[in-house]
């Protein structure tokens, strides 16, 4: 099993559809995670962390689950701007600290 | 502007050759890490270093090489071992990582090509 697993995709959405990526993660030493963007034969950006408590910042919205080891992304009234592939991120601190794996990445294609 | 460079931005490697990727930030990060992309896949681990002269392999070390002489300097050697080296490289840095919640921030990328 993966360390850290994404909905495959490609997700293909009309503009202002609601949409949600959803990322699983497999050791529980997990100790922060990250919502990435990267657009393409880019570098990849930080989109948002995650917070346990969830949060949000403007159209995104980002949830954590620890019990389930889950983790997502709410994305409201798509733009076509956010066509791009979405990466989770997931932190491994003590005997591993500083470990940052990545999921495989979901693509998003907007559409007017 | 402080930041993390990758150089060169493409390059052309013959079969049997050993190259070298630079890795160089200013952003006085402990952490430093070296990933692997292959088209349409996401980012793999080779290598990290949490301190200066210490590194740990990641998922796909084989074939590569790293020296972490300097904090700032984290550069990658594709060795001659890695049987199927065209892939893109991203250098990516982070402060103190094993403390919480910091994010990593990204190079501009390598493109390594077999010819």
């Known amino acids: 099993r993966k360390e850290v697993e994404q909905d495959p995709g490609p997700f293909n959405v009309p503009e202002g559809a609601t949409v949600a990526f959803n990322c699983t993660y497999s050791?529980?030493?997990?100790?922060?995670f990250f919502w990435y963007r990267q657009d393409c034969r880019k570098e990849p950006k930080l989109l948002m962390s995650?917070?346990?408590s969830g949060n949000e910042d403007g159209r995104f919205t980002a949830q954590l689950n620890r019990a389930s080891q889950y983790i997502s992304l709410l994305i409201r009234d798509s733009k076509l701007s956010d066509s791009a592939t979405y990466l989770c991120?997931?932190?491994?601190?003590?005997?591993?600290?500083?470990?940052?794996?990545f999921g495989q990445g979901t693509e998003l294609s907007v559409k007017p | 502007d402080g930041g993390i460079t990758q150089s060169p931005k493409y390059l052309f490697r013959k079969e049997g050759q050993n190259v070298t990727l630079s890795c160089e930030q200013n952003?006085?990060?402990?952490?430093m890490y070296w990933y692997r992309q292959d088209p349409g896949q996401g980012l793999r681990l080779i290598y990290y270093?949490?301190?200066?002269?210490?590194?740990q392999k990641g998922d796909i070390a084989e074939g590569y090489s790293v020296s972490r002489e300097k904090k700032e300097s984290f550069p990658l050697t594709v060795t001659s071992a890695q049987k199927n080296p065209t892939a893109f490289y991203l250098c990516?840095?982070?402060?103190?990582?094993?403390?919480?919640?910091?994010?990593?921030?990204f190079g501009q990328g390598t493109r390594l090509t077999v010819v």
């Open positions: 995650v917070y346990s």
């Open positions: 270093s949490q301190i200066v002269n210490d590194f």
């Open positions: 991120v997931v932190n491994l601190r003590g005997g591993q600290g500083g470990k940052l794996i």
């Open positions: 952003l006085n990060h402990d952490a």
């Open positions: 050791n529980s030493a997990s100790q922060s």
């Open positions: 990516a840095s982070s402060q103190n990582p094993g403390a919480g919640n910091t994010e990593a921030f």
